[in-house]
């Protein structure tokens, strides 16, 4: 590796190194299932930053969690909560009793008493920017950093793409660092988006095969096989019956869910189903479905949640040697723009 690239990518994202607390300024995406003990624990012993991914844990388990996570790493790791989730305000004191370092809210716009919570408590707070203003509107209310993911990500995405959004946003937050999401599969892009002003990148697609990842074998493989393309986000087919936008891979579950959204719709415009039932009908075809997939290996009718970097998923490798990797190609961009 040149010391000429390494140097100038150190100075790049110390910012990130520094807020993290960590030797590489990368952290690990808050994927359900797949961001547990295991992989949040390696991803902090090889140097970058772990996130727990809470999703639908009660705090009992997420404490659990936390507990299991520290028994295999002594370096810092964060935890990634939902705003949706029905016991909030339990979850931050969970994470603020366990002294964890960095909490991540994500999925929508974050409540003013959590973020005074977690700020009162001690942590550092990073949250989700889909747009500049609303960039502009956390940094007022005291959020300690940002990540900006755009629609290239797995599962829940926005509109926006990754090179839209760090265009809008990087070169107008400076009050905070800002780390960059989505689509991210090499190292010659988070050297990019560290040239642009961001602090570090955040990965989730190219960790799913590490080895030490939990994901079933089978949901590996399909990782490994997929083409960028496969990763596409699940279609509305009724503006009366909101979906969020998932992005994952193409499966007989896919073809499924657009025929459970054209019946229902019939139902309704039949009279069968009131709006609420139907649109918890919709809602509802999902659940399980990831776990289906990630743990117990059902690529089919399971949810498999992946960005468009899947394509760039070649192999099952350790973390370190997939961080290593990206390293390298960081540090020879860098290197080539220095010359």
């Not at 190292?187 to 988006?193: K, L, N, T, V």
């Not at 019946?263 to 990831?290: K, M, P």
């Not at 899947?310 to 390293?327: H, Q, S």
Request: charged residues 20%.
């Amino acid at each position: 590796m040149s010391s000429v690239g390494r140097e100038r990518l150190d100075a790049l994202w110390r910012r990130g190194q520094e807020f993290l607390g960590c030797e590489l300024a990368l952290m690990g995406g808050a994927m359900t299932w797949v961001s547990e003990r295991n992989l949040v624990s390696a991803m902090s012993n090889a140097g970058g930053f772990g996130v727990i991914a809470c999703g639908s844990m009660t705090p009992d388990l997420l404490r659990e969690e936390i507990k299991a996570t520290r028994a295999l790493t002594e370096r810092p790791f964060g935890v990634n909560l939902i705003t949706l989730h029905p016991m909030l305000p339990q979850l931050i004191d969970v994470c603020l009793e366990e002294t964890v370092s960095h909490v991540v809210l994500a999925g929508g716009l974050p409540p003013g008493p959590a973020i005074q919570k977690i700020k009162a408590g001690g942590a550092k707070l990073l949250c989700f920017a889909p747009a500049l203003a609303l960039a502009k509107k956390l940094v007022r209310s005291g959020v300690d950093a940002l990540i900006v993911e755009g629609a290239e990500a797995g599962g829940h995405i926005g509109p926006v793409s990754t090179a839209v959004l760090a265009q809008e946003i990087l070169p107008h937050i400076q009050d905070v660092p800002v780390f960059v999401a989505g689509g991210i599969g090499r190292g010659e892009a988070i050297g990019g988006y560290l040239q642009m002003g961001a602090a570090g990148c955040q990965l989730g697609t190219r960790l799913v095969c590490a080895s030490e990842s939990i994901a079933h074998p089978k949901f590996k493989e399909a990782f490994v096989r997929a083409p960028a393309r496969d990763a596409v986000p699940s279609v509305q087919l009724d503006p009366r019956f909101p979906v969020i936008p998932v992005r994952a891979l193409k499966n007989a579950a896919t073809e499924d869910f657009m025929e459970t959204q054209r019946r229902v719709v019939e139902q309704f415009n039949a009279g069968e189903l009131s709006q609420q039932q139907a649109q918890l009908a919709i809602e509802h075809f999902w659940a399980g479905a990831l776990r289906r997939a990630v743990i117990e290996g059902d690529v089919e009718t399971g949810s498999m949640m992946a960005g468009q970097s899947v394509g760039m998923v070649k192999k099952e490798e350790p973390i370190a040697d997939i961080l290593a990797e990206l390293v390298e190609q960081a540090s020879r961009h860098l290197e080539r723009h220095a010359a």
